[in-house]
Each structure stands twice: as C-alpha cells, then as structure tokens.
C-alpha cells in the first residue's frame, strides 16, 4: 500500500469560509516500528509550558522520596497516576531579583530580571526584557507547522495595574505579550479554519458534515487499524464541537465571552480545562503547531476556587487565611489536579508506537514559591513528559545548594528538542541542563 503523506488534509468550504480538518499520524504515514515517519523523518517533539499563579505550600508539595519512584505528597495526589511521565526539580532558587510576583515569574520564563516601566500604589509595573521560553522553542520550530505557537487559558484574568508580567505568559519581548485565548469556541475555530462570521444556520452545521465523500475516499487507502483510528480522531471531534455548540446559545455564533460561562458567578474551570486540554491534544496530534502555553490563572493569581470552599481569590488566601491555611492547600491540590487532566488527556492520545506525553516536554511551574511570603526559593518545578527519549522521566531531583532554576528550564527547552546552547541572563544565565532528568 502507497505511503500516506503526513501532511494529508481533509478540506471543504463551510459558508464560502475555507475549512480543513488535520489528521493524526496514522500507520499509512509511518515507518515499520511506528517511531517515525515512512520518509524516515523523526516524530516530532513539542515544547510547552503549564503555569499556575500564586505558588504551592512546600512542606506539602514537594515529595519526601527522591530518584526513581518519587511518591506524591499530598498537594501532588492527583498526579499519582502519571509519575512516571512527570520529573521534579526541587531545592532551586530564583537568581535574578526578590520583587513579589515580578521576579519569579520573568525570572522562570525568560531567565532574566524583569524590564520596570513604572510604578503604582507601593510596587512596580514591569513587562518580560526579552522573550519568554515558549518563544524559543517557537523560534526553533518554526516554519514546520501551521501555527507559530498557541496560548490557551482557563481561569480568567481578574485585573491589574502591575504590567504585563502580571496578565500574560507568553511574550515576544517587552510589552510585546501573545495573549492567552480563552474561549475555546474561537480556539476550535482558528484550529480547524471555521470564523465567527459565517452565516447563522451555517454555523449550526459541522465541518465534518462537509467531509463525507473525502472520508470515504481514504478510508479506501488504510489498513484496519488506521480506519480505527481516523474515525476516533473525527468523533473527538465531532464530540468537541456538539459540545461547544450546545454554548453557543440561541445566536448560533459564539462572542468573546468564554464557552463555559459562569454559573451562579462562579467559574466553570474543570469543564474549561477538560475542554482547552482536548483542543490542545488535537492540536498536536494533527501538528497544527509544536509549542504552546497554558496558563491555567495568571501570576498573583485571582481565581476563586469555589469547588474548594473558597470564597476569595487565591492571592487574597495567602495572604489572609490563617494557621496552616488549608482553603489555600486545598485549592492548590485542585490546580495539579487540573494539571492531572491536561496530562492524562495527552498521554490518552496515541502517536506511533506511543502516546502525545512521550513526545512533549512540558515546563509545569508558578512565579513563586510559597505566596504567603513571596518566597522564590524551594521553586515549584515540574517537567513532564518524555521529549521523545530526551529526558529522564518519573525522577525526583533535588538539589542541595539552591540551585538556579534555569538549569530546570534549559533541561525542558532541550527536552523538546531545541537546540539550545544556553537560557537566561547575567544572574539567571546558565549553560548547561540538570544531568540527573536528562536522557
């Protein structure tokens, strides 16, 4: 049987508006062991961050066992299941500056100290002095996928006078943010080339309404396996638009409102991470792109995590909740919980001979330690995924001497595959990875 090309799009046109749907790699388009392509081409390999604001508690975060076999500490219980995809890097320290919330979070995402352009009430406003790390890898990558990069958010941004450090994840450089994108119905749009602005009855319809004969035609060119597999790609999505098209309301085309709204005023975030981490997986197993963002709320966290017990933000509980804050550690189980799911939905998405994890190396960390105090030591760091065979998964490394965290980083920047020679500036600047998480 004739190789597929891995390239192969299903198109149609929806309303006069140009509408492809990408396929995931199938055997017809791999070699015989199903560990690259059948031009002998690699797999590829994905880099992408996961961010959630206002830190952990470290006494019940970082896990007590070290090396192979780390068990979860009782914040981490929800990871329990992925621990042989999820490496953790502990003991490392911010070396760029102190600043409350400003330091961490350019310090992790660009290895540098932040770029101030002013002040406000009793702190600054700053913005990153140079990209951030998903932007390297952007860089590396590009040209190979439709799309440069994708931002994908789940808690909203609640407000603040602090500068783009504080609303965004993803820069360019200073002041030069890429957005987070938080309405999953125009995300499915961009993906699969469907606008807001087609015509209401049509944008009832699916695209996959619009696919039918082109389906037909190649099924008649896979094997039994590749047949199963296609019609699991197109009931995904199939699923995720009867989905998003049941919050579209009675206008038929969705606004910039989120897909998920508010019940009762408060946040839908299980169902609006559930949702941005399917949409992510179709965006990879099709390689619509190789590097992302995710930021699940933003640094100085606003989100109320009511499903908790939680009647304030996250922010406001570190600061005002008192003894051993368990509202606060409750909803900080509740974010890795949420990240469980993100990473369960790409280890559940097969890919040759494995599954989307074994080929993404994801940075998972925060802009700080312990919001109570602002900490930037005993950083919360996680790499999960396997970087195709580049890292060292399911390790516990800890160091003993606070080290830099962009060792961390340069450690996931490689384990996506990007050549990287260094990471960082002046303090933060590092040349070489954590040899402990690397393959």
Same mark, same amino acid.
């Given at each position: 049987m004739k190789p597929l090309d891995r /390239?192969?799009?299903?198109?149609?046109?929806?309303? =006069?508006?140009?509408? @492809? *749907?990408? !396929?995931?790699? #199938?055997?017809?388009?791999?070699?015989?062991?199903?560990?690259?392509?059948?031009?002998?081409?690699?797999?590829?390999?994905?880099?992408?961050?996961?961010?959630?604001?206002?830190?952990?508690?470290?006494? /019940?975060?970082?896990?007590?066992?070290?090396?192979? =076999?780390?068990?979860? @500490? *009782?914040? !981490?219980?929800? #990871?329990?299941?992925?621990?042989?995809?999820?490496?953790?890097?502990?003991?490392?320290?911010?070396k760029t500056?102190?600043?409350?919330?400003?330091?961490?979070?350019?310090?992790?995402?660009?290895?540098?100290?932040?770029?101030?352009?002013?002040?406000?009430?009793?702190?600054?406003? @700053?913005?990153?002095?140079?990209?951030?790390v998903d932007q390297l890898a952007a860089d590396f990558y590009s040209g190979q996928t439709p799309f440069r990069s994708l931002e994908l958010g789940v808690t909203r941004f609640r407000g603040t006078d602090e500068g783009t450090t504080f609303q965004h994840l993803s820069h360019n450089g200073p002041n030069s943010p890429n957005p987070s994108e938080y309405d999953p119905v125009a995300v499915y749009n961009r993906l699969f080339g469907v606008t807001t602005d087609v015509r209401v009855d049509l944008a009832r319809q699916s695209v996959l309404d619009h696919l039918g004969e082109q389906v037909i035609r190649l099924h008649g060119r896979l094997g039994h396996s590749d047949q199963v597999r296609l019609e699991q790609h197109l009931d995904g999505i199939r699923t995720l638009e009867l989905q998003l098209s049941a919050e579209r309301g009675a206008c038929g085309v969705p606004d910039s409102v989120s897909s998920w709204p508010d019940v009762d005023g408060q946040e839908q975030i299980e169902q609006q991470n559930r949702t941005m981490s399917e949409l992510l997986a179709l965006a990879l197993a099709c390689d619509l792109t190789r590097a992302f963002s995710v930021q699940w709320s933003t640094a100085g966290s606003g989100v109320v995590v009511w499903q908790v017990g939680a009647t304030d933000s996250m922010h406001s509980m570190s600061h005002n909740?008192?003894?051993?804050?368990?509202?606060?550690?409750?909803?900080?189980?509740?974010?890795?919980?949420?990240?469980?799911?993100?990473?369960?939905?790409?280890?559940?998405t097969p890919e040759g001979d494995g599954n989307l994890l074994d080929r993404c190396s994801i940075l998972c960390t925060s802009e700080l330690s312990d919001g109570q105090v602002h900490s930037n030591d005993e950083y919360p760091i996680m790499i999960a995924g396997r970087g195709g065979g580049r890292l060292r998964s399911g390790v516990h490394y800890r160091s003993g001497s606070k080290l830099n965290t962009s060792h961390a980083v340069l450690t996931a920047l490689r384990g996506g595959g990007v050549d990287a020679a260094s990471f960082g500036a002046d303090e933060g600047y590092v040349t070489s990875g954590i040899g402990e998480l690397e393959a």
């Open positions: /390239r192969t799009f299903l198109r149609s046109v929806l309303g =006069g508006v140009a509408a @492809s *749907v990408a !396929l995931p790699p #199938l055997e017809a388009m791999l070699g015989v062991n199903g560990t690259a392509w059948a031009g002998g081409e690699e797999l590829p390999t994905r880099f992408g961050v996961w961010f959630w604001g206002n830190g952990i508690k470290p006494d /019940r975060w970082v896990p007590s066992t070290t090396g192979s =076999g780390w068990s979860p @500490s *009782v914040e !981490l219980d929800g #990871l329990a299941g992925l621990t042989d995809y999820v490496s953790i890097a502990s003991g490392c320290e911010i500056a102190t600043h409350p919330h400003h330091s961490g979070m350019t310090g992790i995402m660009t290895g540098r100290k932040y770029y101030q352009v002013g002040t406000t009430r009793d702190t600054i406003v @700053s913005t990153f002095a140079s990209q951030s909740e008192t003894g051993d804050q368990p509202t606060c550690h409750a909803a900080i189980g509740f974010a890795m919980d949420n990240l469980a799911t993100f990473l369960q939905t790409l280890k559940d």
